[in-house]
């Protein structure tokens, strides 16, 4: 799992040469907290390694890469291919089962 810094964000999402999920989260955000065990397990998937990446941001430390993203709210999750913006789960929406759902349809 990489965590994102206004350094590093711009090579490891828009110039990744694969597809990357990115997880917007806070430590006073419930919900981000409940997903972040599920999450982290997803990324440690065997079908996943080499083939998808996982990132994190934790907001309250990093505010200027949610902004640059255009993150409003926890949770957020981001879906990137090839340099772009595919998909974005956040709020209700949010749940690991979708999480995955979106994740399997950057690999098609």
């Known amino acids: 799992m990489i965590e994102l810094t206004k350094e590093n964000c711009d090579v490891e999402v828009r110039e990744s040469d694969i597809p ?64 772009t913006e595919v998909a974005r789960l956040s709020g209700p929406d949010a749940t690991i089962e979708n999480i995955k759902l979106k994740t399997d349809e950057l690999l098609k």
Do not use: H
């Open 20 to 83: 990357v999920v990115v997880d917007f989260w806070g430590p006073a955000c419930g919900p981000c907290m409940a997903l972040m065990p599920s999450f982290m397990e997803l990324a440690s998937k065997p079908e996943y390694e080499g083939v998808v990446k996982f990132c994190k941001v934790d907001t309250s430390q990093n505010k200027r890469v949610a902004i640059s993203f255009k993150v409003m709210g926890l949770p957020t999750f981001l879906f990137w291919k090839g340099g």
